[in-house]
Nanobody, 125 residues
Framework: QVQLVESGGGSVQAGGSLRLSCAAS????????MGWFRQAPGKEREGVAT????????WYIDSVKGRFTISQDNAKNTLYLQMNSLEPEDTAMYYC??????????????????WGQGTQVTVSS
């Protein structure tokens, strides 16, 4: 049974930083593709950052480029999202995704098989 457990969300002021973690268990890493998505109230879930674990390539949505960094620790089976210079527009529920079916730009939630429960990020101005 695959489990993805996110942590690290919270409330910060604009300009602050948070680091999200996604601990994976029961996941055989048969797929190379993992990522972070977010969903704000009334909006569709959108890809924020994705990682090709084999080739090391990354993708970021334009609005977070230069501010967010996706990374992994294979020894800990953990995916991270370092978020700096946070803006109120970053406020959303953030989800870890795994088991992606391929490298797609931009990514689609439908391409991922496994999801965490989400962690809330709230940025105040």
């Amino acid at each position: 049974q695959v489990q993805l457990v996110e942590s690290g969300g919270g409330s910060v002021q604009a300009g602050g930083s948070l680091r999200l973690s996604c601990a994976a268990s029961g996941y055989t890493y048969s797929s190379n593709f993992m990522g972070w998505f977010r969903q704000a109230p009334g909006k569709e879930r959108e890809g924020v950052a994705t990682l090709d674990r084999l080739l090391g390539r990354t993708w970021y949505i334009d609005s977070v480029k230069g501010r967010f960094t996706i990374s992994q620790d294979n020894a800990k089976n953990t995916l991270y999202l370092q978020m700096n210079s946070l803006e109120p527009e970053d406020t959303a529920m953030y989800y870890c995704a795994a088991g992606g079916s391929g490298w797609y730009v931009p990514p689609s939630a439908a391409q991922y098989n496994y999801w965490g429960q989400g962690t809330q990020v709230t940025v105040s101005s």
